[in-house]
């Protein structure tokens, strides 16, 4: 009997701890200690187990359990807590903040460090930060606003468009002058068109500023680096997430330097030709004119004439754009992996313009030993860019009809510039495809010793289609011109570095790299040209129909073999400093400066460290950071100008096959220099970090002096040479300036947190000298046909790109005697403008010239305003730039021709209407373009998703991008930069308007969805 009890006993215990490990339901809220916040986003583990949840926005979670299992809370900044369910079907956990954990780690050149460690002036944006919800296939234009002492103009509403990037003023005459961009340790091209990545994919991105921290870099960081690392599978966490966006892009045609109105535009065009002392014909005057009939005023006024054609309805569209973004990431402690993918299209608001990339990313990372990581990390994209010329048949007159009653397209004359010729007939199509191989090795050889190295490989090919029909002016002119260019671009990285790290007795940190990298980029480039076909069907499908025919190709080589180091060194956890160099081998120095080194020093005192400082509770964080040191500039010198080249010479020997003849010589008649090197900038920066109230207002303040010298620049030959120009360096630039960038959370509570984050830069840009006894400047930027002139001038003492011209002093009126000599006739006509006579000697010359404008603005402003209210959070983004010039081409186009000076109206601010007219440029072109713009709002919601297990988050939004600027420019957006051409060095000058594809307001509505 006693044994059978016993027998009975056991199996009822083990019933009961059966039943009592059955999975069961506990739900909880884990908050903030110290405010009692809900912590979104903290994770959930069962211990020994990859299962596990995340809170919801308002820090609530649902688990299935067992009674013995141990949940694992874990969130960044916080300590992390381990629980035993046992019995509990609630738990709720408060966090603890842990104080080392919250200085976080910033990435910089070959590592990374504790922010509270760093002597560097480095801004960091994280991609939380980032306005990922604006329609942008790039990062750059999401950066705008972000950054203090990062200039980023988005100057056009072309589908896919570049944007200028710059940090702390430009500083080169003769190269680019944006950072350099260098993903995942890889360094691809400039800032600008940063194409390859989908910035849905971004976790971090690191803007590097001073010396110290980009003269690692060598002869690629004078101009900063911008370090992007991308996102990474979290062990234990298996998560899909969904983004989806699709927005609506409208113009704003209220302000296009355009006339819709027929009446006025007849008017005007009568009056403009009846001025015109060339004795032009006067259009509208009912007659025809080259076979089309042009009625007069009076048949306009009584309706006889029926047409009223407003052109934008033709040229620009509400456009449409798809963004869907989906990433699947997770793994377990031995491996982690991450893929995603992208689709992007965009249809431009100008008509037959599109856009579309598909992108994609896969990433995986192996444990396989305890103490050795691998890496594999696969990157591409490829785009389909299609472009249209409608935008040039906008300022049509509006007297005439799209269609004639036929329905045949309505042609004025011999009509080359009909909108829907040009946007239906002229093929110019680009398609790319990019690819970014990497693999690398992580190896903790011991404690305090580590290795790495990576090698990756980048390949692009791309391949352009332009075709000019008969019915087109370029086309006219070569019965039909086909074009197809073929681009490639192969990179190749190998980089190693070793790492030591070790800490004494608490007092001495030591952290020393060392490294070596070998880099080899190889671009071949080539163009097939035809013209003269027999007809338009085939296109550029089958050049070889072209009588005409002409082929071009190119092809080089760089390699760079480097070696670096950096030590960083901290003393009693208060002083710190750090030491850097590197030696740069580059092939595309001359003979006698093949190699360069670039060293750089900083300190840093953590005064709030010191003894004096203990009192004062309410600073957190006060550090005094000051850097010296210097990296270069290789952007100007292009591949073997340093030598003479193999060129091909063309000899005409009467037929049709001319001679053509190989030999070294100067290419474009440049000599070769042996003794080219790098642009070479010295920077001294001093910046100060202050943190208060436990981190709840933290300020960064620096100011810097940067010196370039070296300037690579095209240097004239006099005529004896026999040869026109050589590559010199020669020249400085100086940039100095202060950036404040403050953050602060205003209001936190369990129901509203109201955070802001602002920033403001200056920056003083100066041309100290050029090194060119006979000038002490020259004219620069894009040649505008109307004014036969440059508008920009390097000038010694000078801003770079001033605005250089004629001073003015109102309008010439009737019986008014202007005696000067240097103009033509006309230019004393009534209505003509007066030009300021400056040095007095009764002739008006190109000594009369001067500076009539700055295109530097004189200050940059970034704030962002995040309101978040229970679920719902309103982000809300304005940049602005005050103090800048814009010189506006367009200024006297369109409607603001009826200002115009008549002997009616005898004003003094407005010149008459003349067709033939020489413009001269001057400062009647020249107007403020300060602004503040609305450029990003965002209004979300955040659903609960406790109680659905399936789905970790669910987002919704809505968002407007441009929607409003405030300013007093008269043209249609005072950010512009329609002098930018990125293929032509010189015409790097901002602020120049002569039209362009203009800006648009979007707004979206979208979802983030993640499912776990």
Not at 836 to 861: A, K, Q
């Amino acid at each position: 009997m006693e044994k059978r009890f016993t027998i009975l006993i056991t199996c009822f215990i083990l019933a009961l701890n059966i039943a009592y490990s059955q999975e069961m339901e506990v739900r909880g809220k884990v908050t903030d200690v110290l405010t009692n916040e809900g912590l979104p986003g903290v994770n959930i583990l069962i211990k020994g187990t990859t299962r596990g949840t995340t809170t919801d926005v308002d820090g609530n979670y649902i688990i299935n359990v067992s009674s013995d299992d141990v949940l694992i809370f874990s969130f960044i900044g916080f300590v992390t807590e381990e629980i035993a369910v046992q019995t509990r079907s609630i738990i709720d956990v408060n966090m603890v903040a842990d104080i080392e954990q919250l200085s976080e780690i910033v990435v910089i050149g070959y590592g990374e460090v504790d922010k509270k460690d760093l002597t560097g002036a480095v801004s960091q944006v994280k991609s939380e930060d980032l306005p990922l919800l604006m329609p942008s296939p790039n990062l750059e234009p999401m950066l705008q606003g972000k950054v203090p002492g990062l200039s980023v103009t988005n100057s056009s509403g072309e589908p896919g468009s570049s944007a200028i990037v710059q940090l702390r003023g430009g500083s080169s005459i003769g190269g680019n002058n944006s950072p350099l961009i260098i993903v995942d340790g890889f360094p691809l091209d400039n800032a600008g068109d940063l194409r390859q990545l989908a910035p849905q994919d971004i976790e971090s991105v690191e803007v590097l500023k001073d010396a110290s921290t980009i003269a690692i870099y060598g002869t690629r960081a004078a101009n900063g680096l911008i370090l992007i690392t991308t996102k990474r599978g979290q062990a234990g966490r298996n998560q899909v997430s969904v983004n989806a966006q699709t927005s609506v892009t409208n113009v704003i045609t209220d302000n296009l330097p355009i006339t819709t109105d027929p009446v006025l535009s007849a008017r005007l065009a009568n009056e403009s030709a009846t001025n015109d002392t060339r004795n032009v014909l006067v259009p509208f005057t009912g007659q025809k004119i080259i076979g089309t009939y042009h009625p007069s005023i009076e048949e306009l006024e009584s309706d006889a004439w029926p047409y009223r054609t407003n052109w934008v309805d033709f040229v620009m569209r509400r456009a449409l754009t798809h963004n869907v973004n989906v990433a699947v990431s997770g793994g377990s402690d031995k491996s982690t992996y991450r893929l995603s993918g992208t689709y992007f299209d965009q249809e431009g608001t100008v008509i037959g313009n599109d856009y579309s990339k598909i992108s994609g990313a896969f990433v995986l990372q192996q444990n396989v030993l305890d103490n050795l990581k691998v890496t594999g990390d696969v990157k591409a994209s490829f785009i389909d860019d299609i472009n249209s010329d409608a935008l040039d048949g906008i300022g049509r007159s509006p007297v005439f009809p799209a269609y004639n009653p036929d329905g045949t397209l309505f042609f004025i004359g011999q009509d080359l510039t009909h909108p829907i010729i040009l946007s239906e007939e002229i093929s110019r199509e680009t398609e790319s495809l990019d690819l970014i191989l990497q693999t690398g090795m992580d190896w903790d050889i011991f404690d305090f010793l580590n290795f790495k190295t990576n090698f990756g490989i980048k390949l692009t090919n791309s391949i352009s289609d332009t075709y000019y029909p008969r019915t087109t002016f370029r086309g006219n002119a070569t019965n039909g011109e086909g074009i197809i260019d073929n681009y490639k671009d192969s990179r190749l990285l190998s980089e190693s570095v070793l790492t030591y790290s070790k800490e004494i007795n608490e007092d001495h940190r030591f952290n020393v790299l060392v490294g070596t990298t070998y880099q080899d980029t190889e671009f071949r480039t080539s163009r097939l040209v035809s013209q003269q076909f027999s007809n338009d069907v085939l296109r550029n499908e089958a050049l070889q129909g072209g009588t005409t025919q002409r082929v071009f190709s190119n092809q080089y080589r760089t390699r760079i073999l480097s070696q670096f180091g950096r030590v960083d060194y901290t003393l009693f956890d208060k002083y710190l400093f750090t030491f850097t160099g590197r030696r740069d081998g580059h092939s595309q120095f001359g003979e006698n400066n093949k190699w360069g080194f670039f060293p750089a020093a900083a300190v840093g005192w953590k005064i709030h460290k010191e003894s004096f400082m203990q009192p004062v509770n309410f600073i957190s964080q006060l550090k005094l950071r000051a850097s010296y040191g210097v990296a270069g500039n290789v952007g100007a010198l292009g591949p073997y100008s340093t030598r003479n080249l193999m060129v091909s010479q063309r000899y005409p020997n009467g037929t049709d096959n001319p001679i053509i003849d190989v030999g070294v010589g100067p290419d474009h008649n440049r000599f070769g220099n042996p003794d080219l090197r790098w642009e070479t900038t010295n920077t001294l920066d001093i910046g100060l970090d202050i943190g208060l109230f436990e981190g709840r207002v933290n300020l960064v303040a620096d100011y810097y002096i940067k010196r370039t010298t070296d300037l690579l620049r095209e240097q004239p030959l006099p005529f004896s040479s026999l040869h026109d120009v050589v590559l010199v360096n020669n020249g400085e630039i100086e940039n100095k300036g202060l950036e404040v960038a403050v953050d602060a959370v205003i209001i936190s509570n369990s129901n509203l947190r109201w955070s802001v984050n602002g920033n403001a830069f200056f920056n003083r840009n100066k041309l100290i000298d050029i090194d060119q006894p006979d000038t002490d400047g020259f004219d620069r930027g894009p040649f505008l046909e109307t004014f036969r002139d440059r508008p920009a001038r390097l000038q010694i003492g000078q801003p770079t790109n001033v605005i250089w011209g004629f001073k003015t002093d109102g309008i010439i009126q009737e019986g008014e005697n202007y005696d000067m000599d240097g103009l033509e006739d006309e230019d004393y006509l009534p209505g003509e403008f007066r030009y300021v006579d400056r040095d007095g000697n009764g002739v008006i010359d190109e000594r009369d010239r001067t500076v009539v404008g700055n295109t530097h603005p004189d200050i940059m402003l970034g704030f962002t305003n995040n309101l978040e209210y229970k679920g719902f959070t309103l982000n809300v983004l304005l940049t602005g730039a005050l103090g800048q010039d814009i010189f506006n081409a367009k200024k006297f186009d369109g409607p603001d021709q009826a200002k115009r000076w008549t002997p009616e109206n005898p004003t003094n601010d407005w010149p008459s209407l003349r067709g033939g007219r020489r413009d001269r440029i001057s400062d009647w072109w020249v107007e403020d373009g300060s602004f503040v713009r609305i450029s990003n709002v965002t209004l979300s919601y955040d659903f609960s998703m406790a109680k659905v297990r399936q789905i970790g988050s669910l987002r919704v939004f809505v968002n407007a991008d441009n929607l409003a600027v405030i300013t007093g420019y008269s043209g249609y957006d005072p950010e512009i930069s329609s002098g930018f051409n990125p293929d032509i060095a010189n015409s790097e000058v901002p602020n120049i308007d002569n039209g362009g594809y203009p800006r648009a307001r979007t707004f979206s509505v979208g979802l983030n969805v993640s499912f776990q």
